[in-house]
Protein backbone atom coordinates (compact mmCIF):
# COMPACT_ATOMS: atom_id res chain seq x y z
CA UNK A 1 0.00 0.00 0.00
CA UNK A 2 2.78 2.22 0.72
CA UNK A 3 4.54 1.65 -2.41
CA UNK A 4 1.29 2.47 -4.64
CA UNK A 5 0.85 6.08 -2.50
CA UNK A 6 4.24 6.71 -3.25
CA UNK A 7 3.70 6.03 -7.10
CA UNK A 8 0.49 7.92 -7.09
CA UNK A 9 2.16 11.13 -5.42
CA UNK A 10 5.16 11.13 -7.73
CA UNK A 11 2.73 11.12 -10.65
CA UNK A 12 0.84 13.59 -9.52
CA UNK A 13 3.80 15.88 -8.53
CA UNK A 14 5.38 15.15 -12.07
CA UNK A 15 1.97 16.07 -13.69
CA UNK A 16 2.01 19.35 -11.79
CA UNK A 17 5.31 20.40 -12.65
CA UNK A 18 4.64 19.91 -16.14
CA UNK A 19 1.50 21.70 -15.69
CA UNK A 20 2.73 24.54 -13.87
CA UNK A 21 5.71 25.19 -16.02
CA UNK A 22 3.43 24.36 -19.61
CA UNK A 23 0.55 27.36 -18.11
CA UNK A 24 3.57 29.90 -17.32
CA UNK A 25 5.01 29.37 -21.10
CA UNK A 26 1.27 29.72 -22.59
CA UNK A 27 0.98 32.95 -19.96
CA UNK A 28 3.57 34.94 -21.93
CA UNK A 29 6.28 34.03 -19.27
CA UNK A 30 9.43 32.55 -20.33
CA UNK A 31 10.91 31.10 -17.71
CA UNK A 32 14.42 30.56 -19.00
CA UNK A 33 14.58 34.41 -20.03
CA UNK A 34 14.59 35.14 -16.50
CA UNK A 35 18.28 35.78 -15.28
CA UNK A 36 17.58 37.06 -12.15
CA UNK A 37 18.79 35.07 -9.62
CA UNK A 38 16.51 33.06 -7.30
CA UNK A 39 16.97 34.29 -4.41
CA UNK A 40 15.88 38.02 -5.93
CA UNK A 41 13.08 36.58 -7.70
CA UNK A 42 11.93 35.44 -4.34
CA UNK A 43 12.78 38.78 -2.74
CA UNK A 44 10.93 40.83 -5.81
CA UNK A 45 8.45 38.26 -5.50
CA UNK A 46 7.53 39.40 -1.56
CA UNK A 47 8.05 43.01 -1.90
CA UNK A 48 5.04 42.63 -4.36
CA UNK A 49 3.45 40.68 -2.39
CA UNK A 50 3.65 42.74 0.81
CA UNK A 51 2.56 46.00 -1.10
CA UNK A 52 -0.52 44.39 -2.77
CA UNK A 53 -1.28 43.81 0.96
CA UNK A 54 -0.95 47.52 2.27
CA UNK A 55 -3.08 47.72 -0.74
CA UNK A 56 -5.80 46.02 0.18
CA UNK A 57 -5.77 47.22 4.25
CA UNK A 58 -6.10 51.06 2.65
CA UNK A 59 -8.77 53.15 2.92
CA UNK A 60 -7.84 54.95 -0.03
CA UNK A 61 -6.50 53.00 -2.57
CA UNK A 62 -7.68 49.69 -1.70
CA UNK A 63 -10.57 50.17 -3.71
CA UNK A 64 -8.74 50.65 -7.39
CA UNK A 65 -7.02 48.25 -9.48
CA UNK A 66 -3.12 48.67 -9.19
CA UNK A 67 -0.75 46.90 -10.70
CA UNK A 68 2.62 46.28 -9.07
CA UNK A 69 5.12 45.02 -10.74
CA UNK A 70 8.74 44.25 -9.02
CA UNK A 71 11.87 43.53 -10.64
CA UNK A 72 15.22 43.75 -9.04
CA UNK A 73 13.52 46.14 -6.05
CA UNK A 74 12.40 48.40 -8.79
CA UNK A 75 8.49 48.61 -8.38
CA UNK A 76 6.54 49.74 -11.57
CA UNK A 77 2.79 50.41 -10.55
CA UNK A 78 0.21 50.42 -13.15
CA UNK A 79 -3.46 51.38 -13.35
CA UNK A 80 -6.05 53.94 -13.31
CA UNK A 81 -7.23 55.99 -9.86
CA UNK A 82 -9.55 58.98 -9.59
CA UNK A 83 -7.12 61.42 -7.93
CA UNK A 84 -4.09 62.65 -7.49
CA UNK A 85 -3.88 61.87 -3.80
CA UNK A 86 -4.38 58.13 -4.72
CA UNK A 87 -2.00 57.80 -6.91
CA UNK A 88 1.22 59.44 -4.63
CA UNK A 89 -0.46 57.39 -1.57
CA UNK A 90 0.03 54.22 -3.46
CA UNK A 91 3.59 55.67 -4.68
CA UNK A 92 4.23 56.21 -0.47
CA UNK A 93 2.79 53.09 0.12
CA UNK A 94 5.46 51.00 -2.21
CA UNK A 95 8.34 53.44 -1.60
CA UNK A 96 7.91 52.62 2.34
CA UNK A 97 8.01 48.89 2.06
CA UNK A 98 11.11 46.88 2.93
CA UNK A 99 13.50 46.21 0.09
CA UNK A 100 11.81 48.51 -2.55
CA UNK A 101 14.90 50.32 -4.42
CA UNK A 102 12.69 52.77 -6.70
CA UNK A 103 9.24 53.36 -7.42
CA UNK A 104 8.19 53.92 -10.80
CA UNK A 105 4.66 55.10 -10.90
CA UNK A 106 3.05 54.76 -13.96
CA UNK A 107 -0.66 54.92 -12.73
CA UNK A 108 -3.28 57.10 -14.53
CA UNK A 109 -5.86 59.44 -13.26
CA UNK A 110 -9.23 58.95 -14.65
CA UNK A 111 -10.76 61.23 -16.73
CA UNK A 112 -14.48 61.63 -15.40
CA UNK A 113 -15.16 64.97 -18.10
CA UNK A 114 -15.85 61.82 -20.34
CA UNK A 115 -18.86 60.33 -18.72
Same mark, same amino acid.
Given at each position: +??? /? +??L =? /?????????? +??????AA???? =??????????? %?S??A???????K???D?V?S =??????R????? =????????S?????????????T???? %??????????R???
Amino acid at each position: +MRT /L +MVL =V /LSFAVCGCTS +MMLGGGAAGGYQ =VDKDQRPAGVV %ASDSAITTKIKGKYAADSVVS =VFNIGVRTWEGT =VTLSGTVSSYIARDHAESIAKSTGGVK %AVNNHIVIADRSAK
